[in-house]
């Protein structure tokens, strides 16, 4: 009986072998965002204590430079705009997605991706003109806090970045597959998450420290 069924089962996948492929690799929508959800709550504990920390040590400035001394304002605010404005064009992709249009979808995942590649330029020269005053992570506490929960932040952009071309290559090769769209749902999450903790770090870190 037992041999009858497992040639059964052979036979069924040699005449249709994708369906095993399929059956085998999918995953239940809900389980996904679960995870997904489960995992962004994980991230906000990280920020959470991120956040404390420089609550607690971002006046110990060592004799050194304060927030006002060395925030260029003008320029985050730039790059705070670049980041609100790569959350924009995202929604905007995800409206075309719900469409079922590829080309427009890959379009502005593009333009998206153009927006935080800036804010991440941006980032990188205000640490490169910090470093190069004196003004680096090992200079104070205050100054050891604002490297850590701003870099943290920009990692979690850069990895952002990464994910985003590898959707648009797999949706420009595959199209936009239900596994394509739901991958693409978790990334629009996890963006929109990083959005909303700049605009802490803008408002707590940079704000308040040049205004306070």
């Given at each position: 009986m037992i041999s009858k069924t497992r040639t059964h089962q052979a036979a069924l996948a040699t005449e249709n072998p994708e369906f095993y492929l399929t059956d085998k690799d999918h995953h239940p929508e809900g389980s996904t965002m679960l995870g997904f959800w489960l995992y962004l709550m994980s991230d906000c504990?990280?920020?959470?204590?991120?956040f404390a920390v420089y609550g607690v040590l971002g006046r110990n400035y060592a004799a050194g430079p304060s927030p006002a001394d060395l925030f260029?304002?003008?320029?985050?605010?730039?790059?705070?705009a670049m980041l609100l404005f790569s959350s924009i064009t995202y929604g905007f992709a995800m409206l075309w997605m719900a469409r079922g249009a590829k080309l427009q979808t890959l379009s502005w995942l593009a333009v998206t991706g153009v927006f935080g590649a800036i804010f991440l330029a941006?980032?990188?020269y205000e640490f490169s003109h910090l470093i190069h005053a004196g003004a680096g992570p090992q200079r104070s506490a205050f100054l050891s806090s604002f490297f850590t929960l701003v870099g943290t932040h920009g990692l979690h952009v850069t990895f952002g970045i990464v994910w985003l071309i590898t959707l648009m290559v797999q949706v420009s090769k595959y199209g936009l597959t239900q596994e394509n769209q739901r991958r693409?749902?978790?990334l629009s999450m996890f963006w929109h998450f990083l959005d909303v903790v700049w605009i802490g770090v803008f408002s707590f870190v940079y704000l308040m420290g040049v205004l306070g």
């Amino acid at each position: 009986m037992i041999s009858k069924t497992r040639t059964h089962q052979a036979a069924l996948a040699t005449e249709n072998p994708e369906f095993y492929l399929t059956d085998k690799d999918h995953h239940p929508e809900g389980s996904t965002m679960l995870g997904f959800w489960l995992y962004l709550m994980s991230d906000c504990l990280i920020f959470a204590t991120l956040f404390a920390v420089y609550g607690v040590l971002g006046r110990n400035y060592a004799a050194g430079p304060s927030p006002a001394d060395l925030f260029d304002l003008p320029l985050v605010a730039v790059n705070t705009a670049m980041l609100l404005f790569s959350s924009i064009t995202y929604g905007f992709a995800m409206l075309w997605m719900a469409r079922g249009a590829k080309l427009q979808t890959l379009s502005w995942l593009a333009v998206t991706g153009v927006f935080g590649a800036i804010f991440l330029a941006l980032e990188l020269y205000e640490f490169s003109h910090l470093i190069h005053a004196g003004a680096g992570p090992q200079r104070s506490a205050f100054l050891s806090s604002f490297f850590t929960l701003v870099g943290t932040h920009g990692l979690h952009v850069t990895f952002g970045i990464v994910w985003l071309i590898t959707l648009m290559v797999q949706v420009s090769k595959y199209g936009l597959t239900q596994e394509n769209q739901r991958r693409l749902m978790c990334l629009s999450m996890f963006w929109h998450f990083l959005d909303v903790v700049w605009i802490g770090v803008f408002s707590f870190v940079y704000l308040m420290g040049v205004l306070g």
